[in-house]
């Protein structure tokens, strides 16, 4: 018990589970007509305990649409109680005739509940639509091809000397029954989050088609006795009744801040799968026993197997459209992860691991390598006059110029606010790229119509072939010294470190 989803009602399974056994020791264990009194009003009983308890889960959906089913499973279990009671009432000491105002309560059973499973909301968009449309026809033959070989075929052969409306109604069970474990399939395939409450609910209706169909098989072979059948009834509707003891989604979503993702994606995507494999049992039972296959149920082996093919296909285009859309998203995470937001140029860490990949090229190639690092100056009084937006729109423009004065194997960083770096290897003199960085920005820039002079201090740092090692950030520190270097000697202007200084400009 202590591993049932927060949201069930202990006290309801505790009660359902009770309820059930004793029921089942009486109705196996008591006389026939003492058992069948028993059976009946225990039905009779379940459906109404269900009727009521999902009326309350109704009240405290917020959901219109959820309210709505609920509402109907609700009428739909008061008409089941309805039917069953009219059928208790006439089973006093006589057979209850077929068909009787009972199978106007067990039928509209079957047509809100229909309805119910219809209107209960899940999401999906369109290729959602088009695999659960294959899945409804894949779950349909596959539930229809089950339900011929195991009962409509005998219903049909055994109901001969019945009238019209009896076998109407003895195939209508069956086809209801198909048509609901359709769309609890189909439900339950695509539901996400908390769904205790359909879970149970889906069961219960697995239950209560099983029952139907084992009861129309007996009564069209006058075989019926209440006994083992009846438990289905009874099972299917506590299973609704514990159902509607849950919490609806919102309440629930209200109290614990979240609904609780408890589903699996990989389970219930396989359900639908589900009716195939015992569809293919069944039929392959038949052909072991020696019963022939019959030209309607090959056709809808044929129907089962290219609706799975179809859905199999969609569900291969879905993964492959997913697996394109995650592929770009990860190189869209790389580039934010290791470029500016701002100006889209690298930003430090990108820039530093370039750097430590030169330096190791440098040692064991001797190539150059050279650092500018560049800062515009008085950068402050263009916020402060235009404003932020504007220096950010400036930011951009310079970031614009500097790849354009380059290399496009040079690396152009956004080091930090007006901040710029440059990685050159092997790329020729350090000092004519620096000049083309100072000449590309002395332009004038136009921002929101206004002229905005930019200068820039540019420090420059080179390891030649033959120095010795020097580490990255000791390369840094000595080009961003030759930086503070230029500003002290003007601003504007070149100023060129070699790998031996030591002193670095207080920062």
């Not at 999902?54 to 309210?67: F, I």
């Not at 968009?125 to 349909?140: E, I, L, N, S, Y």
């Not at 195939?171 to 989050?193: E, H, M, N, Q, S």
């Not at 350090?430 to 332009?443: E, H, N, Y």
Request: hydrophobic share 50%.
């Amino acid at each position: 018990m202590s591993r049932l989803a927060p949201e069930v009602s202990r006290a309801a399974v505790l009660g359902a589970v009770g309820g059930f056994l004793a029921c089942a020791l009486a109705i196996l264990l008591l006389p026939a007509v003492r058992s069948e009194l028993v059976s009946d009003v225990a039905q009779m009983t379940a459906a109404g305990v269900a009727c009521l308890t999902t009326a309350r889960y109704a009240r405290g959906c917020r959901d219109p649409w959820l309210r709505a089913a609920w509402v109907l499973l609700s009428a739909a279990c008061a008409s089941w109680c309805a039917g069953q009671a009219y059928w208790t009432w006439a089973a006093r000491g006589a057979a209850v005739p077929f068909p009787s105002a009972a199978d106007v309560g067990f039928l509209g059973f079957s047509l809100l509940a229909l309805l119910a499973l219809l209107l209960h909301p899940a999401p999906g968009g369109p290729t959602a639509r088009w695999q659960r449309a294959w899945d409804a026809v894949m779950t349909a033959t596959a539930i229809g091809l089950i339900s011929w070989c195991t009962t409509v075929a005998a219903v049909v052969t055994d109901s001969a000397g019945l009238t019209l409306l009896a076998r109407t109604l003895l195939l209508a069970y069956p086809l209801g029954d198909v048509v609901l474990i359709v769309l609890v399939v189909l439900l339950l395939g695509r539901t996400r989050g908390a769904r205790t409450a359909l879970d149970l609910v889906g069961l219960g209706v697995v239950g209560l088609s099983v029952a139907d169909s084992a009861f129309i098989y007996l009564a069209a072979t006058d075989s019926y006795t209440s006994g083992l059948v009846d438990l289905g009834w009874l099972g299917g509707f506590l299973l609704i009744a514990v159902a509607g003891t849950c919490t609806p989604p919102a309440a629930a979503a209200d109290e614990a801040g979240h609904v609780r993702d408890r589903d699996s994606r990989a389970s219930t995507s396989l359900l639908p799968y589900l009716p195939v494999a015992l569809a293919s049992t069944v039929v392959l039972f038949g052909a072991l026993t020696g019963r022939p296959l019959r030209p309607g149920e090959q056709v809808a082996g044929v129907v089962v197997v290219g609706a799975l093919l179809a859905r199999q296909y969609l569900t291969l285009r879905d993964n492959t459209r997913l697996a394109g859309h995650l592929a770009a998203r990860e190189r869209q995470l790389r580039h934010q992860a290791f470029h500016d937001a701002l100006t889209g140029l690298a930003n430090r860490s990108l820039f530093t691991d370039r750097l430590e990949h030169a330096l190791r090229l440098h040692a064991r190639d001797l190539r150059r390598v050279s650092v500018i690092f560049l800062d515009l100056d008085d950068f402050k009084l263009v916020n402060d006059t235009f404003g932020h937006a504007a220096g950010d729109q400036l930011l951009v423009r310079v970031a614009e110029r500097l790849t354009g004065a380059l290399r496009s194997g040079d690396t152009v960083a956004r080091w930090a606010g007006d901040e710029f770096a440059v990685l050159l290897e092997d790329s020729g003199d350090p000092l004519d790229s620096a000049g083309r960085l100072l000449a590309a920005l002395g332009v004038p820039f136009t921002v929101d119509g206004q002229t905005v002079p930019v200068h820039s201090s540019i420090g420059v740092c080179s390891l030649e072939p033959g120095n010795g090692p020097v580490s990255a950030e000791a390369l840094l520190a000595r080009a961003d010294t030759a930086m503070y270097r230029a500003k002290r000697a003007g601003k504007n202007r070149v100023v060129q470190a070699t790998p031996d200084q030591d002193e670095l400009a207080p920062r």
